[in-house]
């Protein structure tokens, strides 16, 4: 396993990140728990330092502490409460539904500080021919970092790329959102509420798609999209963009090369005729670089894949494509 991801299974075809413990069949919450390795919890325990060659207690401040091995994933205040990946899975379960849901995909980041549950929920979407699952998505933090959210997000049935559009609503009423504080179980019914299970979002999101769809992108916008989707560099303005030389660097140009290459047909299903050189097809190319093309520093050139395409850069890549495109 990666230095990123510590422990994960996985159900279906190989995740874009290549990594993590096969499993012949979509997994329960008492399996999943085991089969992810996430059957551990977390304790907080006292902070000290050394001075003067005496140990004196950190006030306000404790550690969180993962009790099978002592490692410290994070440190918090004593208001801090942390959320057992036990009674992650259970809230999980209970929001969703009996039989609403199984789990794909669970694991842990970062040696425990980040752990996440993916589940798939019954029916497909239809995109102009392009079939997309609908997934539930789960992360939880245990260094004072991450809060508790809980959001749908669908994954292109073709190359499992994670289409990150529900994480761009996440201030809107389909994320659950939950500090570390007080009894994760009393938000039970806020949680189901605000998730609703009415799948809002997948008619919201499919309308939209097939808008992107049936809709071709205009040449001259593409390396609009790009500039908008990943920056530019130095003093270069996203206005002053016209052809992908314009990004400056040799290296940035070849990235967005890379991107256009996916976007005119190398992509993972982008050359099927229904959707080739849509604007759905332009999304598609953005997050299949953002989740298997883009090349990461560390021992293994998967360290940050996982953590890049779900909780950091990667999702705001996706993020501002996706608004580009349907404003």
């Given at each position: 396993?990666?230095?990123?991801?510590?422990?994960?299974?996985?159900?279906g075809?190989t995740?874009?990140?290549?990594?993590?413990?096969?499993?012949?069949?979509?997994?329960?919450?008492?399996?999943?728990?085991?089969?992810?390795?996430?059957d551990?919890?977390?304790?907080?325990?006292?902070?000290?330092h050394?001075?003067?060659?005496?140990?004196?207690k950190?006030?306000?401040?404790?550690?969180?502490?993962?009790?099978?091995?002592?490692?410290?994933?994070?440190i918090?205040?004593?208001?801090y409460?942390?959320?057992?990946?036990?009674?992650?899975?259970?809230?999980?379960?209970?929001?969703?539904?009996?039989?609403?849901?199984?789990?794909?995909?669970a694991g842990?980041?970062?040696?425990?500080?980040?752990?996440?549950?993916l589940?798939?929920?019954?029916?497909?979407?239809?995109?102009n021919?392009?079939?997309?699952?609908?997934?539930?998505l789960?992360?939880?933090?245990?260094?004072?970092?991450?809060?508790?959210?809980m959001f749908?997000?669908?994954?292109?049935?073709?190359?499992m790329?994670?289409?990150?559009a529900a994480?761009?609503?996440?201030?809107?009423?389909?994320t659950?959102?939950?500090?570390?504080?007080?009894?994760?179980?009393?938000?039970?019914e806020?949680?189901?509420?605000?998730?609703?299970?009415?799948?809002?979002?997948y008619?919201?999101?499919?309308?939209?798609?097939?808008?992107l769809?049936?809709n071709q992108?205009?040449?001259?916008?593409?390396?609009?999209?790009?500039?908008?989707?990943?920056?530019?560099?130095?003093?270069i303005?996203?206005?002053?963009?016209?052809?992908?030389?314009?990004?400056?660097s040799?290296?940035?140009?070849?990235?967005?090369?890379m991107?256009?290459?996916l976007?005119?047909?190398?992509?993972?299903g982008l050359?099927?005729?229904?959707?080739?050189?849509?604007k759905?097809a332009?999304?598609?190319?953005i997050?299949?670089?953002?989740?298997y093309?883009?090349k990461?520093?560390?021992?293994?050139?998967e360290?940050?894949r996982?953590e890049?395409?779900?909780?950091?850069?990667?999702?705001?890549?996706?993020?501002?494509?996706?608004?580009?495109?349907?404003s």
């Amino acid at each position: 396993m990666s230095a990123e991801v510590e422990s994960m299974f996985y159900y279906g075809d190989t995740p874009w990140h290549s990594l993590g413990k096969p499993v012949e069949h979509a997994l329960t919450a008492k399996e999943a728990i085991v089969e992810a390795g996430l059957d551990w919890e977390v304790e907080m325990v006292p902070l000290y330092h050394r001075w003067q060659g005496q140990r004196l207690k950190i006030e306000h401040k404790l550690a969180t502490r993962r009790t099978t091995d002592g490692t410290i994933l994070g440190i918090v205040t004593p208001k801090y409460s942390p959320v057992q990946n036990k009674e992650a899975f259970g809230f999980f379960d209970s929001v969703v539904g009996t039989g609403e849901a199984k789990y794909h995909t669970a694991g842990s980041l970062r040696q425990g500080q980040y752990i996440w549950m993916l589940a798939k929920l019954n029916d497909v979407m239809n995109i102009n021919g392009d079939e997309v699952d609908k997934y539930m998505l789960l992360m939880n933090g245990h260094n004072g970092w991450l809060a508790l959210k809980m959001f749908f997000t669908p994954i292109r049935v073709v190359c499992m790329n994670t289409l990150m559009a529900a994480a761009a609503g996440a201030q809107r009423i389909e994320t659950f959102h939950a500090k570390h504080l007080g009894n994760i179980s009393g938000k039970m019914e806020q949680a189901r509420e605000i998730l609703g299970m009415t799948m809002k979002f997948y008619s919201d999101f499919q309308e939209q798609a097939n808008i992107l769809a049936r809709n071709q992108l205009p040449a001259p916008a593409f390396p609009k999209l790009l500039a908008a989707s990943f920056g530019t560099t130095g003093s270069i303005r996203m206005e002053d963009i016209v052809t992908l030389n314009d990004f400056g660097s040799t290296k940035k140009i070849n990235q967005m090369e890379m991107v256009q290459a996916l976007y005119e047909g190398d992509g993972k299903g982008l050359d099927n005729p229904t959707i080739k050189g849509t604007k759905w097809a332009a999304y598609n190319a953005i997050v299949e670089y953002v989740d298997y093309g883009r090349k990461f520093r560390g021992a293994s050139p998967e360290d940050n894949r996982l953590e890049n395409a779900w909780m950091s850069d990667g999702v705001r890549v996706k993020n501002r494509a996706w608004a580009y495109l349907t404003s």
